[in-house]
């Protein structure tokens, strides 16, 4: 025979085994992706998971290592940026585009004033 698949112990796979099992089924998975490089390990685990259930491997034909910008660490929510990288984030939002508002921002905006606005 075919063998069990390998089904996690959880109330929901054990429901939705049906739906793996039959070929006939149709199953619809949604997946969330982050933006951010720094989520990039948590984007990868979900797009393997979700070509795992359609029964596809990921292929890459260009891969890039994207080094942390040092100006303003995205792992730190921006309420915790200090003025100065405040300053920094805006002057690289847009790929530098937006570098001349940098200037506007008032004296003394950290990033908890930032996420008032």
């Known amino acids: 025979g075919k063998g069990q698949p390998p089904f996690r112990v959880s109330l929901l796979t054990r429901v939705l ?3 793996f099992i039959d ?3 149709m199953v619809v998975a949604i997946g969330t992706l982050g933006p951010c490089s720094a989520d990039t390990e ?3 685990g979900t797009l393997k998971a979700l070509q795992m259930l359609q029964g596809t491997q990921m292929s890459a034909e260009h891969r890039e ?3 942390k910008e040092a100006a303003v660490p995205h792992d730190r929510h921006p309420r915790r ?3 100065g990288g405040v300053r920094r984030w805006l002057e ?3 790929g ?3 570098r001349a508002f940098a200037a506007a921002v008032p004296r003394g905006t950290d990033g908890k004033n930032l ?3």
């Open 17 to 19: 085994a049906d739906a």
């Open 65 to 67: 290592d994207i080094e």
């Open 115 to 117: 996420v008032r606005w």
């Open 23 to 25: 070929e006939e089924a």
């Open 42 to 44: 948590h984007t990868l």
């Open 96 to 98: 530098g585009r937006a």
């Open 92 to 94: 690289a939002a847009a």
């Open 81 to 83: 940026w200090s003025e």
